[in-house]
């Protein structure tokens, strides 16, 4: 398969005034044509600002890119115009924003707010555009397109204002689709049905999907790869079996004890992990997520570990994985295993 | 809406009559009387001409006589210019203080408008500063002292304008101007931290994901959603204005409403300070009126919801 | 990769968790004030402001010691006089009064009128504004309707109304400015009330048996506490406008008694003679509220959570 989309050591910090914030501190990972990637962890740790940085809606100021390349289809998004990025935009890459209450204006239809896409990217007429989009107000499952067309966003319910969102996003076809946390603000029935929706979406037309979210249990359902992220780096990545079956890094550990699971006993209690992320405005020296891991050794505080390869696709960024560690490792995961 | 409107309509009654009831009670509780050289009066000529104005009669019985002929557009004569109608005089003033007033107001709106929306979109550049200073400048430059410098550098000094009087149509540019100066002020400043806010909207970003350009998203997405609550400014700068006229006028010597207030003030012209302060209430009041009509026709929130009702 | 370099057996020593604390933040934690006071610090205006402020205080206080005249004392042989001789750093204006002297008792006139109707304005508008909130229901309908009426009306048409019922003075002044100078301040009391009294640890503490009175004092009052300071920095320019406003058209203090605005007064009189008269008491005058407005907008962006980036 080919890579659609590829991510290579992209930095990205926010200049505030009290410093520099390094949210996105060296990032890498791709997407293959018609998979979807999940992007995993806690808020805060880089993951909307990564997908929000593909598509370079990072306002700059306050916002730099620092340093690394987005190759889609080849071409450095990085270093395109604004004029260029204008044709990728809604076109080739589109985005579905976690919160449908306030990702919709106000004061323009629904229809309106959809058409303008089509028009912008499809060269169609007004009347045609209508007839798109009113194609595409069905596709997503909202009844009686028609007089919705017409609606404003404040007469939506929240699912439906989410399921326009995704009209808007898919009216032009995109080969990506960056979906940052869609079901967070939903109630949890209306959560399964739009991530069947973008399943069935994806199914029909063959996009690719970059799912931002904190909830594993999505991910276990929709994604064929997993990237774990935390204080704006990558600490584990792999295919979704990989991950699930076979959690290398520590962080991912904490992250798979704190979702509550179905054969759970009920005398067991879920275990967040203890401890905030690390302020980002000064990251530590040596792996941020030291201080909160249970098994750090010296060196964990010293020096930042790089993400190594585990197997072919399994990337793992952790002392435990050096060779000088192994006996220890051995220990900890028998450790846990006897739990 | 037309529940809405009817609520807001019978409010706004309220709110008059509360108004004229305060006003002519509070010039009656007023110390003295308004006739003039009162004391070289003999006591029967005095009461005679209390009598001729009604003036002898309780509060109360005054009170109804003059709400009565309020209703029919009678404000009472004034007691300075023997036997003038207060009604005439308002008419009379009226019509420069309108001319002068919304020059200001047109001026001012457009100004500020674009230095508002030019100050957002360039925040924290030499050009927000500009709007900045010049919002700040308009906020404390006080009009009285901007129309004495203005009538006196560029009328008297350099005698490009008129300094005084109202005979042409060159000698309202600077009392428009001495106006305007606050409403920029105001208006700038609003439309910028409406615009900021708006720029930080979530549905900004959406807009900018779907590939739309710059100016056709500034136009479409943010303008609008910045200038509907900028409707709701337009009451505090009517109020403005008049403020402004009170003194402006009388330093360029323009016959309009706000020197024929001032004059009746000190004069103690009680029946014109009413009628003036009726009218500038008036004025206020259906100014808001409308003002919260427009907002609810203009944002489909509140013009849809308010039609389910 | 990170095998190529080499490390000694003793960096793997394990050392286990140290930051074993449940979900807090771990930046640290900076006090509200000391927070807002480093944001107010980086706002460059807002401390020429505060410097402004100051300076004018002093000289205020200070500055008719350092020369030898004082403000009421004529000397007609030196009229309008537009240089600094003698120690007259000001010049003189048409009775041959020091100007300096007279600027600086009318500016401290000003500030004390200014800070006298700004403390009336807290206690009535906290006054009304927390009990509105903090009632709620009825007693807040009433007192909303109310408020809604006053705020039709310009604010100057009831400060002339009410100063006209007064006998001129410095307390005349202050208590019209005041009585309608309240309004925003309730409004911000009331709004902050309803908000926080809807919030958990009010009701918590009203579980708890806390008394109305304590509920108050202790939670609600700290957190109003901001927003009031914004409120009052504002409310001081447009005090000292509205003074001199009233003193320019007569209403105000009557010479050869001194303020800001009397002296503006009499210098727009004798404008087209000496325009030095007018304008040292304006660029006084005007700087004043530039420097509060400053202060205003610094302490507004400092102490705005939303603001916080």
């Known amino acids: 398969m080919s890579k659609i989309l590829d991510v290579r050591d992209l930095h990205v910090s926010f200049h505030t005034y009290s410093g ?95 058409v303008e896409g089509i028009i912008k990217h499809q060269k169609l007429s007004k009347a045609e555009a209508k007839e798109k989009a009113i ?23 929240g ?54 979210t904190h909830d594993l249990g999505v991910v276990a359902e929709t994604a064929d790869r997993v990237v774990v992220m935390y204080a704006g780096k990558v600490v584990e990545s792999g295919t979704i079996n990989e991950i699930f079956a076979e959690p290398r890094h520590p962080y991912t550990w904490g992250l798979m004890n704190s979702m509550p699971k179905l054969n759970q006993d009920r005398s067991e209690e879920l275990s967040p992990i203890p401890g905030a992320p690390p302020d980002l405005l000064a990251p530590p020296k040596g792996c941020a997520f030291a201080a909160r891991c249970k098994y ?28 000088m560690a192994e006996a220890y490792r051995k220990e900890v995961v028998e450790g846990r295993e006897s739990v | 809406m037309a529940r809405y409107i009817l609520k ?57 006589k003059f709400v009565g002929h309020l209703v029919q557009g009678d404000l009472g004569k004034s007691l300075n210019y023997d036997g003038r109608e207060v009604t005439d005089m308002l008419m009379q003033g009226f019509g420069p203080s309108l001319l002068i007033g919304s020059q200001a107001l047109l001026f001012g709106v457009l100004i500020g408008l674009i230095l508002g929306v030019l100050a957002a979109l360039k925040r924290n550049t030499w050009l927000d500063s500009l709007a900045t200073g010049a919002s700040i400048m308009g906020v404390s430059i006080p009009s009285f002292v901007l129309a004495a410098l203005l009538a006196y550098f560029v009328g008297v000094k350099l005698g490009w304008l008129p300094a005084t009087g109202y005979d042409t149509y060159s000698a309202t540019i600077m009392p428009s101007f001495a106006l305007s100066f606050a409403v920029i002020a105001q208006i700038s400043r609003y439309v910028r931290t409406e615009m900021v806010e708006v720029l930080e909207q979530d549905y900004m970003r959406t807009a900018k994901a779907k590939g739309i350009n710059r100016f056709a998203i500034l136009v479409r997405h943010a303008l609008r959603n910045a200038l509907i609550p900028a409707i709701t400014v337009m009451g505090p700068l009517a109020v403005n204005i008049i403020t402004g006229s009170l003194v402006v006028e009388g330093i360029f010597a323009i016959p309009g409403m706000g020197k024929m207030f001032v004059e009746s003030i000190l004069n103690n012209d009680y029946t014109v300070i009413m009628g003036t302060t009726i009218f500038y209430s008036v004025l206020i009041v259906v100014t808001l009126f409308i003002v919260d009509l427009l907002y609810g026709i203009i944002d489909p929130r509140i013009r849809i919801t308010g039609a389910k009702e | 990769m990170s095998t190529e370099k080499t490390y000694t057996p003793d960096l793997f020593e394990p050392i286990g968790q140290l930051d074993k604390r449940a979900e807090q933040l771990n930046r640290k934690q900076v006090g509200v004030w000391k927070d807002a006071w480093l944001r107010f610090k980086q706002n460059k205006g807002a401390l020429l402001g505060l410097f402004l402020v100051l300076v004018i205080g002093l000289l205020a206080i200070f500055g008719p010691l350092i020369n030898d005249y004082d403000w009421s004392s004529q000397n007609v042989t030196i009229k309008n006089q537009d240089t600094a001789v003698d120690g007259h750093y000001f010049g003189t204006d048409h009775a041959g009064r020091d100007l300096w002297q007279r600027v600086w008792y009318g500016a401290k006139v000003s500030l004390m009128i200014a800070f006298l109707a700004v403390f009336l304005d807290v206690i ?170 400053m202060i205003g907008d610094g302490l507004r962006d400092a102490l705005d959570p939303r603001m916080k980036k």
């Open chain 1, 20 to 114: 520099e914030v390094k949210a996105v501190r060296g990032v890498s990972f791709d997407v293959e044509k018609g998979q979807t990637l999940a992007i995993v962890g806690e808020s805060g740790c880089g993951k909307s600002v990564t997908s929000q940085a593909i598509m370079k809606l990072i306002l700059t100021p306050p916002g730099e890119y620092k340093h690394g390349e987005v190759l889609y289809n080849g071409k450095d998004l990085v270093k395109m115009s604004e004029k260029e990025m204008e044709q990728i935009r809604g076109k080739e890459i589109a985005m579905i924003f976690q919160d449908p209450m306030t990702s919709l204006n106000p004061t323009m239809t629904v229809g309106k707010q959809i």
């Open chain 1, 135 to 157: 194609e595409m107000l069905k596709l997503v499952g909202i009844p009686s397109p028609e007089s919705r067309f017409t609606q404003y966003p404040h007469q939506f319910s």
């Open chain 1, 159 to 212: 699912g439906m204002r989410q399921r326009a969102m995704i009209a808007i996003a898919l009216s032009c076809n995109p080969n990506v689709l960056i979906a940052d946390e869609p079901t967070t603000a939903l109630d949890v029935t209306i959560q399964a049905q739009i991530m069947d929706l973008m399943k069935d979406l994806q199914a029909r037309l063959g996009t690719s999907i970059i799912l931002i």
């Open chain 1, 296 to 323: 750090a050794m010296k060196i964990c505080q010293e020096v930042d570990p790089e993400l190594t390869e585990h197997s072919k696709d399994h990337r793992v960024a952790c002392w435990l994985e050096h060779p």
């Open chain 2, 8 to 64: 807001r309509f019978s409010l706004m009654i309220v709110t008059l009559l509360v108004i004229i009831t305060a006003t002519f009670f509070l010039m009656h509780s007023l110390p003295g009387t308004p006739l003039k050289n009162e004391e070289k009066l003999s006591p029967e000529l005095r009461a005679q001409i209390l009598e001729q104005y009604g003036l002898d009669k309780p509060a109360y019985v005054q009170y109804f």
């Open chain 3, 124 to 293: 009535i508008g906290v006054t009304i504004g927390g009990i509105s909130g903090y009632f709620g229901g009825r007693v807040d309908a009433v007192i909303q309707r109310f408020i809604e009426i006053i705020y039709s009306i310009p604010n100057l048409i009831i400060i002339i109304l009410l100063i006209m019922l007064m006998e001129p003075g410095i307390w005349a002044i202050a208590i019209s400015i005041a009585m309608t100078g309240w309004v925003p301040m309730s409004r911000i009391v009331r709004a902050q009330v309803l908000k926080l009294r809807s919030q958990e640890y009010v009701l918590a503490a009203r579980t708890l048996g806390a008394s109305h009175k304590r509920i108050l004092l202790k939670h609600l009052i700290p957190n109003v506490i901001g927003p009031i300071i914004i409120a009052v920095t504002f409310s001081i320019p447009s005090a000292i406008f509205f003074e001199a406003f009233l003193s320019f058209i007569g209403l105000g203090l009557r010479p050869p008694e001194a303020s800001l605005g009397v002296l503006i007064s009499e210098g727009n009189g004798f404008m087209q003679l000496s325009p030095h008269n007018l304008i040292w008491p304006a660029t006084v005058l005007s700087i004043l509220m530039f420097a509060f407005n």
